[in-house]
T-cell receptor
Framework: DQQVKQNSPSLSVQEGRISILNCDYTNSMFDYFLWYKKYPAEGPTFLISISSIKDKNEDGRFTVFLNKSAKHLSLHIVPSQPGDSAVYFCAARPPGSNYKLTFGKGTLLTVNP | GAVVSQHPSWVICKSGTSVKIECRSLDFQATTMFWYRQFPKQSLMLMATSNEGSKATYEQGVEKDKFLINHASLTLSTLTVTSAHPEDSSFYIC???????FGPGTRLTVT
């Protein structure tokens, strides 16, 4: 049972435009959500996170939106740059989980020059 | 800062042999290590969590006698895949502490 779902395996956008990566979850106990970026042959690197008490968190070009009622979060990248091309993983964890994360399958973002 | 290394980066072994993967924190102390496995086009699946000096806690469905985890120091954790089978071929990644600093991963192929 996939508790964190990234239904789009890939996304292609033009440089300078907005990239929107989506993530849905089924476990209402999750209270902290994270986005990771992964290049081939490298481990994931942390991008941005959001607590369930917030509905938006912004860091430079990256903004994460959380809609708890819909159990949905999204990562917006604007403006998109070719260097943003990577696989993006959504992850979530419940409280008291000893920081154990549940990951989605990832979305491959390609930003075309 | 917060660099995690893994060794080897890739390994090929024969069925029935054992393989050890090392995960090191280079510039910080890793009190907690997480070991993940990722099959192609799948998500990272947590295998086990280990705290320095304690026995690892394995996720449901992960055989603790097959995937031996040792976390004897604050900078090193090892994962040993015993009696490897082709089905164990996967990408193994470690991460450290609550911040989840990830290593670069190890590609294991069992022939």
């Amino acid at each position: 049972d996939q508790q964190v779902k990234q239904n789009s395996p890939s996304l292609s956008v033009q440089e300078g435009r907005i990239s929107i990566l989506n993530c849905d979850y089924t476990n209402s106990m999750f209270d902290y959500f994270l986005w990771y970026k992964k290049y081939p042959a490298e481990g994931p690197t942390f991008l941005i996170s959001i607590s369930s008490i917030k509905d938006k968190n912004e860091d430079g070009r990256f903004t994460v939106f959380l809609n708890k009622s819909a159990k949905h979060l999204s990562l917006h990248i604007v403006p998109s740059q070719p260097g943003d091309s990577a696989v993006y993983f959504c992850a979530a964890r419940p409280p008291g989980s000893n920081y154990k994360l549940t990951f989605g399958k990832g979305t491959l973002l390609t930003v075309n020059p | 800062g917060a660099v995690v290394s893994q060794h080897p980066s890739w390994v090929i072994c024969k069925s029935g042999t054992s393989v050890k993967i090392e995960c090191r924190s280079l510039d910080f102390q890793a009190t907690t290590m997480f070991w993940y496995r990722q099959f192609p086009k799948q998500s990272l699946m947590l295998m086990a969590t280990s705290n320095e000096g304690s026995k690892a806690t394995y996720e449901q469905g992960v055989e603790k006698d097959k995937f031996l985890i040792n976390h004897a120091s604050l900078t090193l954790s090892t994962l040993t895949v015993t009696s490897a089978h082709p089905e164990d071929s996967s990408f193994y990644i470690c991460s450290a502490n609550q911040e989840q600093y990830f290593g670069p991963g190890t590609r294991l192929t069992v022939t």
